[in-house]
């Protein structure tokens, strides 16, 4: 048995890499002439009359002769640059590590990881690729300090982007002791039938296309929908321009959203979560349970007037990167997703079977007391408290606001209009933001429930926490109020921040204690 192995950069590489760049910079081209049509025309025309005339003494004509001259040294760099990064880096494979190394004239890098520190091998491939035959692929490691960056990437032929991210897949699922063995097909497959529970057989579901397009358009936020009533009010008076404007990004956010979720499918057994999705350009991801950080669910305003909600999760590694998601379902009716979650063994019913039917409205130090909603038994808030802290922090700063108004209209209406408007914006942004945000607590898990046009709920198991900070100002003290900062790695920026909002000061007092004593 070999001691590594070397993966390095198809030679396919070059030329397509290249073609993609070329056509954004022709794009981009296009793009600058189209919207400056009327003095770019002229100034082309100028220089045709110029280079006809022979003469090329003015500005204008030497600027549009250097930006011409210029293309070629640009393909030249392009074309040094990718002949550089193919012929000078290579992901080497060792007995229990992966390690990229980058040898250049200029410069030298060498990164190296342990494989099991890996969370994903994801493989991507466009149009391009995909009739040559070739797969992106990116290996993210299970790190928050590299969450935000690309950690290994590297564009292979098909037949070796599989070879390696199935060597690293059977290495980390205990199927060979090595990474460099080779292993039979018919091994890996009972082997990982094995790997399934009978609690929790293999999941396969993959949406249709009018799942998709019933999610693109269920997706359509709260200023999509303001702006396009807008611009059909506006063209009731022959101002057409909004509407137009509307419907384009419409059009774009429809194209993108088909193009992103097309052909989304989710495999899953005991151990792994396998998604796959998109049209143009398919991405892959393989999932290990144990790096699931949190589940959460969503609904967008349509789709909550509607009954609809989809899943997602938050892992390391995954969603990192341009064009990634994280979603594991497209929205679909509750009773639809709660089968669905069950089957692919997520769990989204956040409300514990033994305290679903309690309809406890004490005001006592139990952090599990619940409103007489049995489908939603959010921790009860001290209302009156938080609704008199807010206005009166809020209300101080109406001074300012009048000084201002005065500053820039001292007439008496202005300012005593000013005074009401102030009133009623403190008034809203103490209701709004107090309700913004409810939070439910199990023995084992914290729920943050946000939004009220849209909605998404947040499951953090108390294990994924890694940090918890109680916050109070001297006058949220004083009034036996606090909020929780809850600190958690993060899909996207390594560490993430989850604020509770205020609360009794003791709400959460259990929380703190599992996780400075861990569970009793």
Same mark, same amino acid.
């Given at each position: 048995?070999?001691?590594?192995?070397?993966?390095?950069?198809?030679?396919?590489?070059?030329?397509?890499?290249?073609?993609?760049? %070329?056509?954004?910079?022709?794009?981009?081209?296009? +793009?600058?002439?189209?919207?400056?049509?009327?003095?770019?025309?002229?100034?082309?025309?100028?220089?045709?009359?110029?280079?006809?005339?022979?003469?090329?003494?003015?500005?204008?004509?030497?600027?549009?002769?250097?930006?011409?001259?210029?293309?070629?040294?640009?393909?030249? =760099? +392009?074309?040094?640059?990718?002949?550089?990064?193919?012929?000078?880096?290579?992901?080497?494979?060792?007995?229990?590590?992966?390690?990229?190394?980058?040898?250049?004239?200029?410069?030298?890098?060498?990164?190296?990881?342990?494989?099991?520190?890996?969370?994903?091998?994801?493989?991507?491939?466009?149009?391009?690729?995909?009739?040559? *035959?070739?797969?992106?692929? &990116?290996? #993210?490691?299970?790190?928050? /300090?590299? !969450?935000?960056?690309?950690?290994?990437?590297?564009?292979?032929?098909?037949?070796?982007?599989?070879?390696?991210?199935?060597?690293?897949?059977?290495?980390?699922? *205990?199927?060979?002791?090595?990474?460099? /063995?080779?292993?039979?097909?018919?091994?890996? /497959?009972?082997?990982?039938?094995?790997?399934?529970?009978?609690?929790?057989?293999?999941?396969?579901?993959?949406?249709?296309?009018?799942?998709? =397009?019933?999610? $693109?358009?269920?997706?359509?936020?709260?200023?999509?929908?303001?702006?396009?009533?807008?611009?059909?009010?506006?063209?009731?008076?022959?101002?057409?321009?909004?509407?137009?404007?509307?419907?384009?990004?419409?059009?774009?956010?429809?194209?993108?959203?088909?193009?992103?979720?097309?052909?989304?499918?989710?495999?899953? #057994?005991s151990e792994n979560i396998h998604?796959?999705?998109?049209?143009?350009? %398919? &991405?892959?991801?393989?999932? !290990?349970?144990?790096?699931?950080?949190?589940?959460?669910?969503?609904?967008?305003?349509?789709?909550?007037?509607?009954?609809?909600?989809?899943?997602?999760?938050?892992?390391?590694?995954? *969603?990192?990167?341009?064009?990634?998601?994280?979603?594991?379902?497209?929205?679909?009716?509750?009773?639809?997703?709660?089968?669905?979650?069950?089957?692919?063994?997520?769990?989204?019913?956040?409300?514990?079977?033994?305290?679903?039917?309690? &309809?406890?409205?004490?005001?006592?130090?139990?952090?599990?007391?619940?409103? #007489?909603?049995?489908? /939603?038994?959010?921790?009860?808030?001290?209302?009156?408290?938080?609704?008199?802290?807010?206005?009166?922090?809020?209300?101080?700063?109406?001074?300012?606001?009048?000084?201002?108004?005065?500053?820039?209209?001292?007439?008496?209406? %202005?300012?005593? +209009?000013?005074?009401?408007?102030?009133?009623?914006?403190?008034?809203?942004?103490?209701?709004?933001?107090?309700?913004?945000?409810?939070?439910?607590?199990?023995?084992?898990?914290?729920?943050?429930?946000?939004?009220?046009?849209?909605?998404?709920?947040?499951?953090?198991?108390?294990?994924?926490?890694?940090? $918890?900070? &109680?916050?109070?100002?001297?006058?949220?003290?004083? +009034?036996?109020? !606090?909020?929780?900062?809850?600190?958690?790695?993060?899909?996207?920026?390594?560490?993430?921040?989850?604020?509770?909002?205020?609360?009794?000061?003791?709400?959460f007092d259990s929380l703190i204690?599992?996780?400075?004593? *861990?569970?009793?």
């Amino acid at each position: 048995m070999a001691d590594k192995k070397v993966y390095r950069y198809s030679p396919l590489y070059i030329p397509i890499s290249i073609l993609r760049d %070329v056509g954004g910079l022709l794009f981009s081209y296009l +793009l600058i002439l189209y919207f400056s049509k009327d003095w770019t025309m002229s100034f082309i025309h100028e220089t045709l009359r110029d280079f006809k005339s022979g003469d090329f003494s003015t500005k204008i004509s030497m600027i549009i002769i250097l930006i011409v001259a210029a293309q070629p040294l640009i393909l030249a =760099i +392009l074309l040094t640059y990718k002949t550089l990064k193919w012929k000078n880096t290579r992901l080497i494979l060792e007995k229990t590590s992966i390690k990229s190394e980058y040898k250049g004239l200029l410069k030298k890098e060498s990164k190296e990881v342990p494989l099991s520190h890996i969370s994903n091998v994801n493989l991507n491939s466009g149009i391009l690729y995909m009739i040559c *035959g070739l797969k992106d692929v &990116k290996i #993210d490691i299970n790190s928050s /300090e590299t !969450a935000m960056t690309e950690d290994y990437s590297i564009t292979m032929k098909k037949s070796d982007a599989m070879d390696l991210k199935n060597r690293i897949k059977n290495y980390n699922l *205990g199927l060979v002791n090595s990474p460099l /063995e080779n292993i039979e097909t018919d091994k890996i /497959e009972s082997a990982s039938k094995t790997c399934i529970s009978s609690e929790n057989t293999s999941f396969d579901y993959k949406f249709s296309i009018n799942q998709v =397009i019933r999610h $693109v358009l269920l997706s359509a936020g709260p200023f999509t929908i303001i702006m396009f009533c807008s611009g059909i009010v506006s063209s009731l008076n022959n101002k057409d321009g909004l509407l137009f404007i509307s419907i384009l990004i419409i059009i774009k956010d429809f194209i993108t959203g088909l193009n992103d979720f097309y052909g989304l499918r989710v495999v899953a #057994d005991s151990e792994n979560i396998h998604i796959s999705h998109g049209l143009t350009e %398919v &991405k892959s991801f393989d999932i !290990a349970r144990k790096n699931i950080i949190s589940v959460s669910t969503r609904q967008d305003l349509v789709a909550r007037l509607l009954g609809f909600k989809c899943i997602s999760i938050d892992v390391i590694g995954m *969603g990192n990167m341009s064009g990634e998601g994280n979603l594991v379902s497209l929205y679909m009716k509750n009773n639809q997703l709660e089968k669905f979650a069950s089957d692919a063994g997520l769990v989204i019913d956040y409300i514990d079977t033994e305290k679903s039917n309690s &309809k406890e409205t004490t005001k006592t130090k139990d952090t599990t007391i619940f409103k #007489d909603k049995p489908r /939603e038994p959010y921790i009860e808030k001290p209302l009156d408290i938080i609704y008199r802290y807010k206005l009166t922090r809020n209300i101080l700063l109406l001074p300012l606001v009048l000084v201002i108004v005065y500053l820039i209209n001292p007439n008496p209406i %202005v300012l005593f +209009l000013s005074v009401i408007g102030a009133f009623i914006l403190v008034a809203v942004e103490a209701i709004v933001s107090t309700n913004m945000t409810n939070v439910y607590m199990s023995p084992k898990k914290l729920v943050i429930i946000r939004g009220i046009m849209s909605k998404s709920t947040e499951i953090i198991p108390y294990t994924r926490i890694d940090m $918890v900070e &109680k916050k109070q100002n001297i006058f949220q003290k004083r +009034l036996k109020l !606090a909020s929780l900062n809850v600190y958690m790695r993060d899909h996207k920026t390594g560490k993430t921040v989850e604020s509770t909002g205020l609360y009794r000061e003791d709400t959460f007092d259990s929380l703190i204690d599992y996780y400075v004593n *861990g569970e009793k």
